[in-house]
């Protein structure tokens, strides 16, 4: 009975970790000054203040960023930077 329990604690926490794949946060960096998206659940340490999330894409990331008081405007060049990144 302790094997299956433990079989099926392993089997959703493996599950669990799966689902965060391809998921988007908005992260605000105390260092730069801006908002980010990231693609792996933030630590909220240092320089980083706030996340917000997770999102399913990141045109739903960038919508919530936009919305975010505390996240400046993102210029024209910032964004074509961020379509080649992750």
């Known amino acids: 009975?302790?094997?299956?329990?433990?079989?099926?604690?392993?089997?959703l926490?493996?599950?669990?970790v799966s689902l965060a794949d391809?998921?988007?946060?908005?992260?605000?960096?105390?260092?730069?000054?801006?908002c980010n998206i990231v693609t792996?659940?933030?630590?909220?340490?240092?320089?980083?203040?706030?996340g917000d999330g997770p999102y399913k894409s990141r045109a739903d990331a960038k919508l919530a960023r936009s919305t975010i008081r505390a996240c400046p405007a993102v210029t024209?060049?910032?964004e074509k930077g961020e379509e080649g990144t992750n």
């Open 1 to 11: 009975m302790k094997r299956l329990v433990f079989a099926a604690l392993l089997l």
């Open 13 to 16: 926490a493996s599950g669990t």
């Open 22 to 34: 391809g998921l988007f946060w908005v992260v605000g960096n105390r260092a730069t000054g801006k």
């Open 40 to 50: 792996s659940n933030p630590v909220i340490i240092g320089d980083i203040w706030f």
């Open 76 to 78: 024209p060049e910032e």
